[in-house]
């Protein structure tokens, strides 16, 4: 099993990065870019027979506690 978490800029924090990423865009000429946000994406890969329900609270737990930043951030974990 992988597990995936997406961690992203909570929708009212300023996202500075997505800004400047979002303005070279415009520059370069792509347009119709409304917004952009620049974020982190972990990989993780789990042992065979892994209990897949343990896995997500553990996991959930691991992203709330030290991968992400729940005052700024939010996070969305998948599990394959």
Same mark, same amino acid.
Request: overall charge negative; aromatic content about 4%; proline content about 4%.
């Given at each position: 099993m992988k597990a995936k978490i997406i961690i992203t800029p909570k929708k009212?924090? /300023?996202?500075?990065?997505?800004?400047?990423?979002?303005?070279? /865009?415009?520059?370069?000429?792509?347009?119709?870019?409304t917004g952009v946000h620049v974020g982190k994406y972990i990989e993780i890969d789990l042992a065979p027979g892994t209990d897949r329900a343990a896995a997500q609270t553990? /996991?959930?737990?691991?992203?709330l506690k030290f991968l992400s930043n729940p005052i700024i951030e939010d996070y969305r974990l998948e599990i394959e």
């Open positions: 009212a924090v /300023l996202d500075p990065q997505g800004k400047t990423v979002q303005s070279a /865009l415009e520059h370069m000429g792509y347009t119709g870019v553990a /996991l959930n737990d691991a992203a």
